[in-house]
């Protein structure tokens, strides 16, 4: 973003968001990566894994339920679901409980 408040087209963000194991594993409660242009899902989770090479990491990732804006997207081929600049993405793993 630049100064203005306006959006530098070179600098565009997709925001990943960690819930329960999930952000345990990644040590943070979320991490912002650029992108020029919409991204695919398989290619933003393998920036994720790149990001947190640990085997937790990816058994966590492995099981969670996706959500692209409010949209769950986890039944569909991650190659196949675009995410747009400026978009959030929800990794949600499966937790017990009430």
Do not use: I, K, N
């Not at 090479?53 to 991650?78: E, F, I, K, N």
């Not at 190659?79 to 400026?86: D, I």
């Amino acid at each position: 973003m630049d100064d203005a408040g306006g959006r530098d087209q070179a600098h565009e963000t997709v925001t990943v968001r960690y819930w329960a194991g999930a952000r345990a594993a990644a040590g943070t409660p979320e991490d912002v990566f650029e992108v020029e242009a919409e991204v695919t899902l398989a290619a933003l989770v393998a920036r994720v894994l790149a990001l947190h090479p640990d085997d937790r990491m990816a058994r966590t990732v492995a099981v969670c339920s996706v959500l692209v804006g409010d949209q769950p997207v986890r039944s569909q081929d991650p190659a196949t679901v675009l995410v747009a600049p400026g978009s959030v993405v929800e990794l949600l793993p499966p937790f017990a409980g009430g």
